[in-house]
């Protein structure tokens, strides 16, 4: 049998490494799992270094040929915060994230595409590409969100969030503003984009998305000939392409109809940035 000192020693053990999970579990971070890296932005401008983060598509990827591996998926099922694009079109998430779902472990799930939901008709939003983030009133609206998730899961750092999301939803107004200053400059309602990722950007600033590729493939003879007639006939003065995309076409085209071609990533990993960049090609350009 053991003895009385033995049994009082491993007790006191028992006891310490308890106590020891429970001051770790109550100084853990919230984990946050996003999808792109505009959603990592946000997380980061409302929670600044308080959250532990986690990005499915990483800067320097494009969502078509990211392939998370086995330990970033598992690590993906254990965040506190599942925050999606949610868009039944974003083949990343419908290959790698869906399945996930059900194994993940009990957690808040946010997604910007139910979320956007609540702001325009589904079917509008089936209609369009699934980059929900570069639609600033949806990406506004997902802060807003998520702020509320944060706060509850880590009530000591709530006034910390709320101020940071004041001053997010400030900086956003403001673009909001420029952008429409500038949309309203324009002599075309017309936005040419090499890939098709700023269709909810024209959805919130009244602009027709023209798209060079078509369902992630160059255009064939009879795309480009299509594309050349209503060119003719709208005074478009530039086409924004992003890395990654076959700039040879895109050039090609830019020449031909004295356009300038503009460099503008999605997957910036500076939300702000990208938007910016998007405003100064309206204004310079209008």
Request: charged share 20%; net charge neutral; aromatic share 8%.
């Amino acid at each position: 049998m053991r003895s009385s000192k033995t049994l009082k020693i491993q007790y006191h053990s028992i006891l310490f490494i308890l106590l020891a999970l429970m001051i770790s579990n109550a100084n853990a971070r919230p984990f946050v799992a996003v999808t792109v890296p505009a959603q990592a932005w946000l997380v980061k401008q409302i929670a600044g270094e308080e959250v532990e983060l986690l990005t499915m598509v990483p800067s320097g990827h494009v969502p078509e040929s990211a392939q998370p591996g086995p330990r970033k998926l598992s690590r993906y099922q254990q965040a506190d915060v599942h925050f999606t694009v949610g868009d039944p079109a974003f083949s990343f998430e419908t290959r790698y994230i869906s399945p996930y779902r059900e194994k993940a472990e009990p957690g808040r799930w946010l997604s910007m595409f139910d979320i956007a939901g609540q702001i325009a008709p589904v079917h509008k939003l089936k209609g369009l590409d699934p980059h929900l983030w570069t639609s600033p009133r949806i990406l506004l609206a997902s802060a807003n969100a998520l702020e509320q998730i944060l706060a509850e899961l880590d009530p000591k750092h709530a006034d910390l969030y709320r101020n940071n999301l004041f001053h997010l939803q400030e900086a956003i107004s403001n673009l909001d503003r420029q952008l429409r200053v500038n949309v309203g400059r324009r002599s075309t309602d017309k936005l040419l984009v090499y890939h098709p990722a700023w269709g909810h950007f024209c959805q919130d600033y009244g602009l027709q998305q023209l798209a060079i590729e078509k369902e992630g493939k160059a255009p064939g003879a009879g795309s480009l000939s299509t594309l050349f007639t209503s060119l003719e006939n709208d005074r478009i003065n530039f086409i924004i392409s992003s890395p990654g995309a076959d700039r040879r076409i895109a050039a090609m085209i830019a020449e031909q109809f004295q356009m300038n071609l503009v460099m503008i990533d999605p997957m910036d990993t500076d939300w702000m940035r990208m938007m910016l960049e998007m405003n100064k090609a309206l204004e310079k350009n209008d």
